[in-house]
């Protein structure tokens, strides 16, 4: 029996991916560092710029991060797009959406010297000229606002709903069933924003989430780019019942007949 793996072996994949880049993504980037875990930051660049802030319905000041802490703060973890501006795209034309995408992966790229291949949506619009543009602007993946509550990796990498919000009711639920999960490649990919663990006081609980996946050997810590390359690479694999075929670029990782294997590119 063939069963697919992550690399290293690793049974599960853990993604965390936080958007709009505020001032509580310093203390958080400091505790994914301290655990060894990898994370996803959508940013917009526009409104990093003026450091643009808002006040929360529990009167909390919500403000972004300045442009200039972008390279350093988010070192070793993925920086994807949001837009320049967080607009409501649904308000938007095709070119203006365009704009909007295409504009925040050239400063950010230019913030970072590294490409970003990676764009999550603001608010919950979504429709077929958003994911033409995120092709068109050069992205691998584009993420929505929608939430599966499964541990599935997704199967369309331009409409991809992440597993939970941690602000929803049932996020402890299912954090808690992804350490029992047996599902093959199983993928616990929270969402949301730095500043909600303020807001929810839950700092705390975060952190013990994160130091048990850290501890946990089955777990991989991965940022969205890396399951993206990763599952379609395993998608090209060839798995017959005496052979595994990788025609892929990248070393895939299997378990057969209970020993845990590493299948290296043809090429």
């Known amino acids: 029996m063939i069963k697919k793996l992550y690399p290293g072996g690793k049974r599960k994949a853990f993604n965390i991916t936080y958007d709009d880049g505020v001032l509580q993504d310093v203390r ?4 994914m560092d301290k655990y060894g875990l990898k994370g996803t ?20 000041v919500v403000k972004r991060l300045p442009i200039s802490a972008v390279a350093e703060l988010y070192r070793g973890h993925e920086v994807a797009s949001h837009t320049l501006t967080h607009p409501y795209l649904s308000s938007l034309t ?3 959406i365009m704009e909007e995408m295409a504009k925040d ?6 913030l970072t010297g590294l490409p970003v291949l990676g764009f999550g949506g603001p608010f919950h619009h979504w429709g077929p000229e958003v994911v033409a543009c995120a092709k068109r602007c050069g992205f691998e993946y584009a993420r929505n606002a929608e939430e599966r509550y499964c541990y599935a990796p997704p199967e369309d ?9 941690h602000v929803m009711p049932g996020f402890r639920d299912f954090v808690e069933g992804f350490f029992h999960t047996e599902e093959e490649l199983a993928l616990c990919q929270i969402v949301g924003h730095t500043y909600d663990l303020d807001v929810e006081d839950m700092w705390d609980h975060m952190e013990s989430v994160l130091k048990r996946v850290a501890e946990d050997e089955d777990i991989l810590s991965m940022t969205n780019i890396e399951l993206v390359r990763y599952l379609k690479a395993m998608r090209m694999a060839v798995i017959r ?15 057969k007949d209970g020993e845990v294997v590493c299948v290296m590119p043809e090429g």
């Open 28 to 31: 958080f980037v400091a505790l």
């Open 94 to 96: 095709e070119a203006q």
């Open 41 to 60: 930051f959508n940013l917009n660049s526009g409104l990093m710029e003026t450091e643009f802030e808002w006040i929360h319905p529990n009167g909390m």
């Open 241 to 255: 019942e005496d052979e595994i075929r990788n025609p892929s670029d990248l070393p895939l990782w299997f378990e």
């Open 105 to 110: 992966k050239e400063n950010l790229e230019r």
């Open 157 to 165: 990498y331009y409409h991809w709903s992440a597993g939970t919000y």
